[in-house]
């Protein structure tokens, strides 16, 4: 059974920083990992996603302050925000697949930006 375990969501003031780590267990084949976020009242958006091939890819809200990396050996994804801002509470969901499809999704994570 493919599990995507979340951590380091939380509260935080504008302009601040926090980062998000992923651990995937279960499965050794894994392609794209990402993460997403759903606001209050909001469909649920792609913030950044990465390939194995190192291929990656930002909304354009968050290009420039936020920074997914990987860690292939350990199967876990990490999303570096910076320069928060309040529009960015939500909570923040790890995805991944084994091709180009996100199939497995974490419990997700909320986050909090205060002005």
């Known amino acids: 059974q493919v599990q995507l375990v979340e951590s380091g969501g939380g509260f935080v003031q504008a302009g601040g920083s926090l980062r998000l780590s992923c651990a995937v267990s279960?499965?050794?084949?894994?392609?794209?990992m990402g993460w997403y976020r759903q606001a209050p009242g909001k469909q649920r958006e792609l913030v950044a996603s990465s390939t194995s091939g190192g291929m990656t890819n930002y909304a354009d809200s968050v290009k420039g302050r936020f920074t997914i990396s990987r860690d292939n050996a350990k199967y876990t994804v990490y999303l570096q925000m910076d320069s928060l801002k309040p529009e960015a509470t939500a909570v923040y969901y790890c995805?991944?697949?084994?091709?180009?499809?996100?199939?497995?999704w974490g419990q997700g994570a909320p986050v909090t930006v205060s002005s």
């Open positions: 995805a991944a697949g084994r091709t180009s499809v996100y199939t497995y």
């Open positions: 279960g499965t050794f084949i894994i392609n794209v």
